[in-house]
């Protein structure tokens, strides 16, 4: 078992930053890869970015790419997501998840724990 919680999200202007954490409990932290997803309202939830179990695999969304980075603390059983020039279409709910076999994952299906969520709003 994996227990993850997001904190960090809030309210920031078009162009600002903001940098999600997720805490892990449970299971071998440093076993498992992460990965951040997001659901805006009226969405299908789609992948942001991933990590594998040591920290040196990660991969985006075309849409942050650039933007977006995805860090790893394998001692404090945290994961990042800091998020850099943030635009409107960012706006949405964040999740973080973990996939036990280790390697990074770009697809949803794939993981095996999720956190509950922290809500990022854009405004424009």
């Known amino acids: 078992q994996v227990q993850l919680v997001e904190s960090g999200g809030g309210l920031v202007q078009a162009g600002g930053s903001l940098r999600l954490s997720c805490a892990a409990s449970g299971r071998t932290f440093s076993s498992v890869a992460m990965g951040w997803f997001r659901q805006a309202p009226g969405k299908v939830r789609e992948f942001v970015a991933t990590i594998d179990w040591s920290g040196t695999v990660t991969d985006y969304a075309k849409s942050v790419k650039g933007r977006f980075s995805i860090s790893r603390d394998n001692v404090k059983n945290a994961v990042y997501l800091q998020m850099d020039s943030l635009k409107a279409e960012d706006t949405a709910v964040y999740y973080c998840?973990?996939?036990?076999?280790?390697?990074?994952?770009?697809?949803?299906?794939?993981?095996?724990?999720w956190g509950q969520g922290t809500q990022v709003t854009v405004s424009s």
């Open positions: 998840a973990a996939r036990t076999t280790g390697t990074a994952w770009t697809i949803g299906s794939r993981y095996d724990y």
